[in-house]
């Protein structure tokens, strides 16, 4: 999964940091696209050293680590031009090598998003201000303190004997399919998330439903639940016809396309076409 760059090192514990220093990492985004370093045909995150001369450095803000090696966000309103930079859409870092670094691009553009929908207090409407201590976003007035929001949401691979049930979501391109998913809502625990979404999109009742992992999924500020159940084929699958549009039962080597492994959707496929759920 995209989230899995060992044996690189990813940390987000929070540093108290005073200023950028030349071989620390700079993520600058600009129009939903983020600069990078040209590295051969791959990409690396660019240096202060690289980009100095290019951005404003007034205000930056402390994201988190790699390697070991700081990275910082830099909120210069210019774009940057220099030898082998070039801005990559992050729609694009999906796939892009290496892992690492797109791992921490759409991770940094999360927390750049959370903090640029979050200039004013949703409490009494006064400008917020980044905390220095911890990463939060405190009110000038109220004293209103925000942390970063993450949406929990349940994925659930859905099984019976040999076959799997794939769905078509209204958004996807023409035979694309993955796996029922939602957001959890107010009092229900995981478990009844799963049951009400499954019930609700394809209108089947599932049961066994096992816990499998878990994945940040920072393209949608979510935590995706992974989970697998059984359901009785002989019930009618029954799209509601809004966010689903085709959903029905797959065999092992007749699967339409599909998610990739770099999320859990495209793993517990791959798992269940290897024969392991």
Known sequence: MINEI???RFSNQFVVVSDVLDDDYVLHYQNGALLLKCNGDG???????????????????????LNDVRCFLVWSDTPCSGFNLSYVEVSLLRTLQPQEVAWVGVVGHQLMEWYSQNRFCGKCGAPTHEKADERAIACTSCSNVLYPKISPAIIVAIVCNNKILLAHNSNFRNNWYSLVAGYVDVGESLEEA???EV??????????IR?????PWPFSGSMMI???AEADETQPVCPDNKEITSAQWFTRGNLPNHPPTISIA?????L????KI
């Open 6 to 8: 060992f044996p690189h």
């Open 43 to 65: 990409y690396e995150l660019p240096r202060k050293s690289d980009v100095y001369s290019s951005l404003n450095f007034s205000r930056k803000t402390f994201m988190f680590s």
């Open 194 to 196: 799963v049951a009400r």
């Open 199 to 208: 019930k609700e999109e394809v209108g089947l009742d599932v049961r066994n």
């Open 211 to 215: 816990y499998f992992k878990s994945q």
């Open 226 to 228: 992974g989970f697998t």
């Open 266 to 270: 495209g793993e517990l496929i791959e």
């Open 272 to 275: 269940f076409e290897q024969g």
